[in-house]
């Protein structure tokens, strides 16, 4: 668990939370930050699709009620793709940022077919 993360604001999206905590830190770098915030999985904060958020949801769940689907829902884009896609497609990209734990496939090909 990492010791402070700052609170989010309504409607702000993901990668400013990254960036807000990264300035207070003090950490070096972003790529440090990351692994703070990712558990070693350093890519997740900047893909347009969010990996890894059950992972992040772990490292500040002492210091805010948020769940992984929390994350998805208000702090990123992805609930607006729900308007230009079907459900089954909706699924399939949620399911990168919300993996199943025993599927960690990375692949983004298949979900945008």
Not at 1 to 30: C, K, V, W
Not at 81 to 91: A, G, K, N, T
């Amino acid at each position: 668990m990492i010791p402070f993360f700052p609170t989010p604001q309504p409607d702000e999206a993901y990668f400013s939370l990254f960036t807000r905590y990264h300035l207070l830190s003090g950490n070096s770098s972003y790529l440090e930050s990351a692994r703070i915030l990712f558990s070693g999985h350093h890519r997740v904060a900047f893909d347009a699709i969010p990996r890894s958020l059950p992972s992040f949801a772990r490292q500040i769940r002492e210091l805010h009620d948020i769940t992984p689907h929390d994350l998805v829902e208000k702090f990123t884009l992805l609930p607006f793709l729900r308007l230009f896609c079907s459900p089954e497609r909706y699924r399939r990209i949620t399911s990168v940022a919300l993996p199943v734990p025993w599927t960690q496939d990375k692949s983004h090909a298949a979900i945008w077919s």
